[in-house]
Every structure is written in C-alpha cells, then in structure tokens.
C-alpha cells in the first residue's frame, strides 16, 4: 500500500504501525506477567469466564471504531485496496457461478435428453400392450374356437374308442344267439337270427338316442331286441322302462 502513497503519508503511516506494534507488545507483557488462575471449583471458573467475556463484548460494542489513519491519502489508498480485493473475490464468485450455470445447463440438456428418450420408450411400450390387448381379444376368440374342436375331437375319439372296446368285450362275453342253443325251434331262431342286433347295438341305439333327443330318450323295442338283452339292462339298471308304456326302455341316467 505504500507504493503509491506520498512521504508524509508513509511516514504517519509508518508511526501509526509503531504505536500499534507497541500496544501489542505491552498486551503480550502484560498477559506473560499475569499468573494463572487456578480455581478449585472448574464449574465456578466457567462462569466467571463467561462472565468475564460478556462484560468484554458489552465494551466492543459500545466503542466508536477508530480511523485507521487521519491523513486522507492512507484512507483512499487502502479503500482502494479493500475495494479491489473485493471485486477479485466477487469476479472468482461470478466465475465459479458462471462454472455451475454451464453445468447446470448441461445437466439439463443430458436430463431433457433422457426424458425424451423415456418418453418414446413408454409410448412405444404403450403401443405394444395395446396391439397385445387387441391381439389377445382376437386370439382368445380363435384359441376359445379351437380348443373347443380339439375337445369335441378328443371326445369323439373318446367315445370311438370307447364304443370299440365296449363292442369287443360285448362280442366276447355276450354273443348274440345261435341256432344251436333253440334246435326244437330252429326255423323260428333262424327267422330270428337274421333280425336281432347285438347287445353293443342296442346300447348304442339307446345312447344315441339320448344325445340326439334328450327331451324324448325312449327307444321302443321290437323283434330286433333280443328279449334277454332287454331284461339283462332293467335287471342291472342300466336301462328303465317307460311309466306308462312297457315297449319302451331308455338308457338310465348315471350321476
């Protein structure tokens, strides 16, 4: 600061220092010579520092503030100084802002981009699920088709199947009449023999009429039903006859 200040002005400049220098020189005596202080009662000292150091602040405040200098030259030098270490920390504050705005301002490029980007992400995906959902009502109509003829195929199979069998163990342990068995009659059995159906016969005419008309699943029986088949299927309960008309049997109804 002395650089640019005048004879004069440096020379009070410099006796002002030298006063100070003293003072603290005579503070530093001063604090050396004093002797401690020891209390045997530390919470006693505590408060006798604080009270001490509040009486001291009391005095701070209520002292002017000295002039650093009478001499108008000093005064404008060193405001000079003072106002020039200021504008150097306020220009580093601009820069560190101006640092922090850039990027800020390129962390929010980064984040719109990233937005962006989501955005079309989850229109995509929205646009997804509905071709999905529209797909699916679509597919479900046609998948709710085609299992169900899968199921009737499977059941017709099934029942083939089934039909099959039930017609082999009928033809092995249930044959239709033979000649043989009636030779007293034997042209009445033969007149017979050429008309009577077989056991797995008449269970499938009764079958078929229940499925074909449930509302009316009588069979009336006539010379092609063999008489001890037709007794056999009342005796087991697996055929009822008619409440109000013998000649008519139908397949009972199994839970």
């Not at 989501?118 to 088709?145: F, W, Y």
């Not at 068995?181 to 059995?189: H, L």
Request: hydrophobic share 35%; glycine share 2%.
């Amino acid at each position: 600061m002395a650089a640019g200040l005048s004879e004069a002005a440096q020379s009070e400049l410099m006796l002002r220092c030298e006063e100070q220098f003293a003072k603290l020189e005579t503070l530093q005596n001063k604090i050396m010579l004093c002797e401690p202080d020891f209390c045997e009662n530390p919470p006693e000292q505590a408060v006798n520092r604080l009270m001490a150091t509040e009486a001291e602040l009391k005095q701070w405040l209520t002292m002017e503030p000295e002039l650093l200098a009478s001499n108008s030259e000093v005064l404008l030098q060193a405001g000079k100084e003072e106002m020039l270490k200021l504008c150097s920390e306020l220009e580093m504050v601009v820069s560190c802002h101006e640092a922090r705005r850039d990027q800020l301002r390129e962390t929010k490029k980064v984040e719109q981009k990233w937005l962006e980007e989501k955005k079309q992400a989850l229109d995509a995906a929205n646009d997804h699920v509905k071709r999905l959902q529209t797909e699916k009502g679509k597919l479900s109509e046609h998948s709710i088709l085609q299992d169900t003829k899968a199921k009737i195929h499977k059941m017709k199979v099934y029942h083939e199947r089934l039909m099959e069998s039930l017609g082999e163990i009928l033809e092995k342990h249930v044959p239709l009449p033979h000649n043989e068995s009636n030779k007293k009659k034997k042209n009445i059995t033969q007149e017979l023999d050429e008309d009577l159906i077989s056991l797995n016969e008449i269970l499938e005419v009764l079958m078929n009429k229940v499925l074909n008309t449930p509302h009316d699943p009588y069979v009336t029986v006539d010379n092609t039903f063999w008489p001890p088949y037709v007794e056999m299927l009342l005796r087991y309960g697996i055929a009822v006859r008619h409440r109000e008309n013998n000649f008519k049997i139908r397949l009972e109804t199994f839970c």
